[in-house]
Nanobody, 123 residues
Framework: AQLVESGGGLVLPGSSLRLSCTASGFSLDDYAIGWWRRAPGTEREGVGCITNEGDTYYIGSMEGRFTISRDNDKNTAYLQMNSLSLEDTATYYC??????????????????WGQGTRVTVSA
């Protein structure tokens, strides 16, 4: 079972970027998918998640700017990021939690993590 993030890069402030999280070796159908990020020198923080039913939950300032979606046919989840600022510079990770959830899964429910993709917002 493996998750691979892609789509990171160097962008200007105010730009948009879409990250992908593709699963191999298992089907995403049975999993909730979460996104996290870690900026240099800081702790990992949650971005948001999407349940099996497609319900989405976001953390703090990400709500309204970021959108999480999933395409089970492609076994891929996405993180659409708009209006990026310098503070969004981080390595972004996806992870999966097996089962059906009526709300955001707890951290310990996430059992498979990707290696991360780097996003740098700079003028």
């Amino acid at each position: 079972a493996q998750l691979v993030e892609s789509g990171g890069g160097l962008v200007l402030p105010g730009s948009s970027l879409r990250l992908s999280c593709t699963a191999s070796g298992f089907s995403l159908d049975d999993y909730a998918i979460g996104w996290w990020r870690r900026a240099p020198g800081t702790e990992r923080e949650g971005v948001g998640c999407i349940t099996n039913e497609g319900d989405t939950y976001y953390i703090g300032s990400m709500e309204g700017r970021f959108t999480i979606s999933r395409d089970n046919d492609k076994n891929t989840a996405y993180l659409q990021m708009n209006s990026l600022s310098l503070e969004d510079t981080a390595t972004y990770y996806c992870a999966v939690a097996k089962g059906r959830y009526s709300g955001p899964p707890q951290l310990w429910h996430y059992t498979v993590w990707g290696q991360g993709t780097r996003v740098t917002v700079s003028a």
